[in-house]
């Protein structure tokens, strides 16, 4: 298992094709940032949320400022207090703590980037297409430690593909945006509650909230190569699901404003606006990696 585990890590890295994926990385990364603007109002976007929530509830500044209730307006006009009060820029507004957080979430690259994991992890059923594998030869036990070394250099190679899309966009980010806000402060709702946290504590934990996406998406494109033995096949359902479930999503009942987008299924991080199906049933990032384990 070691060095088939080796040696398909080794052949990834030699085949350039990382190269390629990385070029891609980096010019959707610079069209991205230079689509958001820099010149960006954000305390009069605030105030005029706030207006507009003091409206839809028709409540006074002061009635809300001692509302104690846990209603989502409410909860998002108190943020949008503190922010201005703080003078610091909200985290859900353009600026580098704001994307990097968001990165590999669903609303950023995230549906982009986990297109390139998943063709890796299909590339097993082109080996079946090629016969280069050929499984009347080996025995059941040696099947098992060919599986199991081929899915961690998958699970190898995803990791540190993931770690240089973020180093490109840290470093690309760093020459763009004006403002570096680690020191600030970082308000956010989760579970009804507001949360207070600092900017580079959030954004390392948005960061890797996310990356059970990546991993879920890319075992099951895995999983269906090695059954279907057929990359077309293997890709396409994995893709559907992946990057397709939220047009399908309209079809599933919403309860108590949850969004259930497929895609978002795995998805922990707290910048989605409101709970994935995960956070509705309360499972958080540590039970799924124990799941993940096992």
Request: hydrophobic share 50%; proline share 2%; with cysteine.
């Amino acid at each position: 298992m070691k060095s088939i585990f080796k040696g398909e890590t080794l052949k990834f890295f030699y085949s350039k094709v990382w190269l390629f994926w990385e070029l891609i990385i980096l010019i959707f990364s610079l069209f991205l940032m230079l689509s958001m603007d820099k010149g960006y109002n954000w305390q009069k976007d605030l105030l005029n949320e706030n207006q507009q929530i003091e409206q839809n509830l028709n409540m006074t500044h002061e009635e809300l400022k001692i509302n104690d209730k846990n209603d989502q307006d409410i909860l998002k006009w108190k943020i949008n207090e503190k922010y201005l009060s703080k003078d610091n820029n909200s985290i859900d507004k353009n600026g580098f703590i704001s994307y990097i957080s968001n990165l590999f979430s669903v609303k950023g690259l995230g549906l982009l980037i986990i297109i390139f994991p998943i063709i890796f992890s299909v590339g097993i059923a082109k080996e079946f297409e090629n016969k280069t594998i050929d499984f009347v030869l080996i025995s059941p036990h040696k099947r098992k430690e060919f599986y199991w070394g081929k899915l961690l250099s998958n699970f190898t190679v995803i990791i540190l593909f993931l770690i240089s899309v973020l180093l490109i966009n840290m470093v690309i980010g760093y020459f763009y945006f004006d403002r570096y806000q680690f020191s600030d402060t970082v308000f956010f709702i989760n579970k009804n509650k507001i949360v207070e946290t600092s900017a580079t504590s959030y954004m390392i934990n948005s960061l890797l909230r996310s990356l059970p996406y990546y991993f879920v998406y890319s075992f099951i494109g895995f999983c269906l190569a090695i059954t279907t033995r057929s990359t077309v096949l293997s890709l396409t359902i994995t893709l559907f699901f992946a990057l397709l479930g939220n047009q399908i999503s309209g079809l599933i009942p919403i309860k108590n404003g949850m969004i259930f987008i497929l895609p978002a299924i795995t998805d922990l991080t707290n910048y989605i606006d409101s709970p994935t199906y995960i956070q509705y049933l309360d499972i958080n990032l540590w039970i799924i990696l124990l799941i993940m384990i096992a």
